[in-house]
C-alpha cells in the first residue's frame, strides 16, 4: 500500500521560504510523477510541481519564479521550496503521487499540511 | 490556463436521490477528465478518470459521461457517506481544478 508521508514548517513570516518534504513508502518510486497540490479557501485546489525520479520537472506557470522541486537523496522522498511567501500562499499543502496513464491522475496523497504566512 | 467551471456550487439531497454534477472546461479536453471526492480534513480520493472510468473500489453508483468542453459526474443513489465536495480536475493542459460542488444534506 502506497502512503505519503510529509512534514515541514506550519508557520511562516512573509517573505520567508516555505520548505516540505515528502517520504514515499510501499510501491516504487520511480515510474510516476510526484507532485505538490495546495488549497486555500480563495484559490481552491492548485497544482504546482511535478518531478520524476530521474529528476524532470514540470511547474505550474503562475508558480514557477518561486519554486523548486526535488528529489531527495534517499530517492523515496521529494521536496518543495517556494520563496518569498505572502498572505496569498497560506494553504494546506498536499505531496501526491501522480500516474500518467491513461490519463493524468493523482491517486494518492499525502495528509496534508497546513502553512500560514503571518506577521 | 483552462479554466473548469463546476455547477452548482452547493446542491442539498436526500439519501437515494440520484444527483448529476456538472463539470465545463474554457476549451476542449478531449476526455482528460477526472472527478475526486473530499470530506472535511481529509485528501481528495480519486472516483472516476478519464471522463467516465471507475478508479478500484469505487461504488458503481457513481458514473461519469461527457466529451468537449461538458462533463458530468452522477450519483445514481446518494448514500449517507456521499455527503462530501466533488472536484474535477482536467489534464489536457497544464493541470487545474474546478472550484468544487459541496453536497449536502437536505
Known amino acids: 500500500q502506497v502512503q505519503l508521508q510529509q512534514w515541514g514548517a506550519g508557520l511562516l513570516q512573509p517573505s520567508e521560504t516555505l520548505s516540505l518534504t515528502c517520504a514515499v513508502y510501499g510501491g516504487s518510486f520511480s515510474g510516476y510523477y510526484w507532485s505538490w497540490i495546495r488549497q486555500s479557501p480563495g484559490k481552491g485546489l492548485e497544482w504546482i510541481a511535478e518531478?520524476?525520479?530521474?529528476?524532470?520537472?514540470n511547474y505550474n506557470p503562475s508558480l514557477k519564479s518561486r519554486v523548486t522541486i526535488s528529489v531527495g537523496t534517499s530517492k523515496n522522498e521529494f521536496s518543495l521550496n517556494l520563496t518569498s511567501v505572502t498572505a496569498a500562499d497560506t494553504a494546506v499543502y498536499y505531496c501526491a503521487r501522480v500516474s500518467r496513464f491513461p490519463i493524468i491522475v493523482v491517486n494518492y496523497w499525502g495528509q496534508g499540511t497546513l502553512v500560514t504566512v503571518s506577521s | 490556463d483552462i479554466q473548469m467551471t463546476q455547477s452548482p456550487s452547493s446542491l442539498s439531497a436526500s439519501v437515494g436521490d440520484r444527483v448529476t454534477i456538472t463539470c465545463r472546461a474554457s476549451q476542449s479536453i478531449s476526455s482528460y477528465l477526472n472527478w475526486y471526492q473530499q470530506k472535511p480534513g481529509k485528501a481528495p480520493k480519486l472516483l472516476i478518470y478519464a471522463a467516465s472510468s471507475l478508479h478500484s473500489g469505487v461504488p458503481s453508483r457513481f458514473s461519469g459521461s461527457g466529451s468537449g468542453t461538458d462533463y458530468t459526474l452522477t450519483i445514481s443513489s446518494l448514500q449517507p457517506e456521499d455527503f462530501a465536495t466533488y472536484y474535477c480536475q482536467q489534464s489536457y493542459g497544464t493541470i487545474t481544478f474546478g472550484q468544487g460542488t459541496k453536497l449536502e444534506i437536505k
Open positions: 518531478i520524476n525520479h530521474s529528476g524532470s520537472t
